[in-house]
């Protein structure tokens, strides 16, 4: 599986943005993918938006409101669409993804996100 995310840039305070994340290979592998994103300076990512193995939508509590995760399954695509954007949301946006192919999850390139207030 090959994650290809796109979609960053920069954005003023109370803007949005639409991540995309196109997945390649065997897209019926796929038990999860989702959203997680890296701040400056910081070593962690943190989840933003997971499709888990339900197929729901599901949000850490801290992000729930302003980031809604979607797909286009015929497009084997994610999407992340951001409102309300705040400076403290500027990070690297990567895509994940765990399959039954193997134990270590897949992950994107990564797509900056700038938010400037």
């Known amino acids: 599986v090959q994650l290809q995310a796109s979609g960053g840039g920069v954005v003023q305070a109370g803007g949005s943005l639409r991540l995309s994340c196109v997945a390649s290979?065997?897209?019926?592998?796929?038990?999860?993918i989702g959203w997680y994103r890296q701040a400056p300076g910081k070593q962690q990512r943190e989840l933003v938006a997971i499709f888990g193995s339900s197929g729901n939508p599901a949000y850490p509590p801290s992000m729930k409101g302003r980031f809604t995760i979607s797909r286009d399954s015929a497009k084997n695509t994610v999407f992340l669409q951001m409102n309300n954007l705040r400076p403290d949301d500027t990070a690297v946006y990567y895509c994940?993804?765990?399959?039954?192919?193997?134990?270590?999850?897949?992950w994107g390139q990564g797509t900056k996100v700038t938010v400037s207030s």
């Open positions: 994940r993804a765990e399959t039954s192919q193997r134990a270590a999850p897949y």
């Open positions: 290979g065997t897209f019926s592998s796929i038990n999860s």
